[in-house]
């Protein structure tokens, strides 16, 4: 394959590789279905930020490191586990929280709504994922052959971040329609709680290696 063959060759392998269901996406869908299209956006750039940096980290040739070391590869998985957890319990308080003010009991105003925080929640959720680093490293590498120049590495890192940016995003406007606001609005508590068990269970997988 020409250069521009091998591009869209791994446009399309990256873009079913993010939409694979993970963190990420299950963490993108709640925000974007509970918090609407502007905090979505920002933790699309958040996610993007992330993978910013496993995309360096990947494409530079360090995620062999993380591979061999079984102390930091342990110490990831339990911190990720971790924050998985955290977002969880989160989940499941406001799954709560939103079922209070459906039955009209008085709830106290969150700050989801704060700029930082969607983009906080993001960044975290893939700077945490143990995975996002290999799996760039073993997609990268057929594209990386001996002699390749930064212009290439630099294109491949383009694709990954920004094509992952552009279809996150699309993907929070798209969940902006009616239809779906209104099967959300009646049925958030079931769903902030489905989400909250797959990050469970997401955590829980982590921890079994």
């Known amino acids: 394959m020409n250069g521009a063959d091998s591009l869209v060759a791994f446009a399309g392998l990256m873009a ?9 996406m299950l963490l993108l869908t709640r925000t974007a279905w509970r918090e609407g299209a502007t905090n979505g956006l920002r933790m699309a750039c958040g996610i993007a930020c992330g993978l910013a940096v496993h995309a360096t980290i990947a494409i530079g040739g360090l995620a062999f490191a993380f591979q061999r ?15 998985l957890l955290w977002l969880a319990a989160g989940l ?6 939103h079922a209070a003010n459906v039955t009209g009991v008085d709830e106290p105003v969150g700050r989801d709504d704060t700029p930082r925080r969607p983009f906080l929640r993001g960044l975290l959720c893939n700077l945490l994922n ?4 290999w799996f760039l490293a073993a997609v990268t590498a057929p594209f990386l052959a001996d002699g390749t120049t930064r212009a290439w590495a630099l294109a491949l890192w383009s694709v990954i971040v920004l094509q992952g940016f552009v279809l996150w995003s699309l ?6 329609h009616r239809a779906f606001k209104r099967a959300y609005g009646r049925a958030a508590p079931w769903i902030d709680g489905v989400f909250a068990i797959a990050l469970a269970l997401l955590a829980l997988r982590l921890l079994a290696g």
């Open 92 to 97: 499941i308080r406001s799954s709560q929280r």
């Open 171 to 176: 993907w929070v406007l798209l969940l902006q």
């Open 16 to 24: 079913l590789g993010q939409f694979s269901p993970g963190p990420d």
């Open 130 to 133: 143990p995975k996002a680093a």
């Open 69 to 83: 070391s079984s102390a930091f590869d342990a110490a990831l998985r339990w911190l990720a586990a971790g924050y």
